[in-house]
């Protein structure tokens, strides 16, 4: 996080992704970012630790019901999440049009996958060239 925030260079694909998101919400990674938005570096770094203290409180409760889910067929949890992925699109505007792009976007996805072609690069120049 220190890369991007400080010198607005992304070290992995998710750090890619938040990069887009901040210059979406127009705050530009930098070094300048730390004295002209100063309230939004401490509310980041707060919301990042708050996030590990919930997470460990919910991890050391309900790790012997989170194992459980190791023995369920990973086609059955993709299944789960694909209807589910679905059922959301839907839910959003109340129109199958919406369920059928992200039906579409599912199938650019697989075939992607097949083809080892990374996901993350067409994206970013997506949002890139929206937002820009």
Known sequence: MIPLLAFGIPADALMAMLLAVFMVHNYIPGPTLFAERPEFISGLYISLFM????????????????????????RFIG???LVLGFIG???????????LIALGFAVFGYML????????PIILGWCWGRYS
């Open 79 to 81: 299944a789960f999440i």
């Open 89 to 99: 699109s839907y839910s959003q505007n109340y129109q199958f049009s919406d369920a």
């Open 51 to 74: 996030m590990n203290v919930i997470v460990f409180l919910y991890l050391s409760v309900a790790t012997r019901w989170i194992v459980n889910l190791t023995r369920i067929r990973g």
């Open 113 to 120: 996958r097949k083809n080892d072609i990374p996901a993350v």
